[in-house]
C-alpha cells in the first residue's frame, strides 16, 4: 500500500508541474498576442487588432494585464522619443501615444468579470473570428500571418 500511495503522489506532482508550466506558456503567448496586437494597430490602425488586443488584456489575470499596461507605455514612449528626431512621424506618433492612453484607460478600468470577458470576446468574434479564434488557443503568430512585413 505504501509504494502504490508515494506512485500516486509522484503522478499528482507531475501533474500539477505539468500544469503551471503549460498555464505559464499560454500566459505567455497571450502576452505576445496584446504585443502583436498592439504592434499591427500602431503601424496599420487596423481597428479589429485594437479589439483584439483589448480583448487579451480583458481576459488577462491582474499582474499580467499590469505588465501589458507597461508595454503600451513602454511603446507610446519609444515611439514619442523616436518621433523627436524624425518630424515626419510626429502626428502619426502622437495619433498613436493618444490611442494608446485610451486603451489604458479602457484596459484598466475595472477588474474585469467573466461576464464581461464574455461581452468582449463576443465583440472580437462578431468583428474577426480568425482573431478570437487564436485568442483561444493562444496563437500570436495570427498578426504575423497576416500582417508579416511587420514582423521581419
Known amino acids: 500500500m505504501g509504494t502504490a500511495l508515494i506512485v500516486l503522489i509522484a503522478i499528482i506532482v507531475v501533474l500539477i508541474v505539468l500544469f503551471l508550466a503549460r498555464m505559464k506558456s499560454q500566459s505567455k503567448r497571450i502576452n505576445d498576442y496584446f504585443c502583436n496586437a498592439i504592434r499591427v494597430y500602431a503601424f496599420t490602425s487596423n481597428p479589429d487588432a485594437k479589439i483584439a488586443a483589448v480583448t487579451a ?49 479602457e484596459i484598466s478600468a475595472k477588474d474585469w468579470t467573466i461576464r464581461d470577458i464574455r ?3 463576443e465583440e472580437l468574434g462578431n468583428i474577426n473570428a480568425e482573431y478570437l479564434n487564436a485568442l483561444n488557443r493562444c496563437d500570436p ?12
Open 57 to 105: 488584456a480583458k481576459v488577462a489575470a491582474g499582474v499580467q494585464r499590469n505588465s501589458m499596461l507597461g508595454y503600451l507605455r513602454g511603446m507610446a514612449s519609444d515611439l514619442k522619443q523616436m518621433s523627436e528626431s524624425e518630424s515626419d512621424l510626429k502626428e502619426l506618433t502622437d495619433q498613436f501615444v493618444d490611442v494608446a492612453a485610451e486603451l489604458e484607460k
Open 119 to 121: 461581452a468582449q470576446k
Open 141 to 152: 503568430f495570427v498578426f504575423a500571418r497576416k500582417f508579416p512585413d511587420l514582423f521581419k
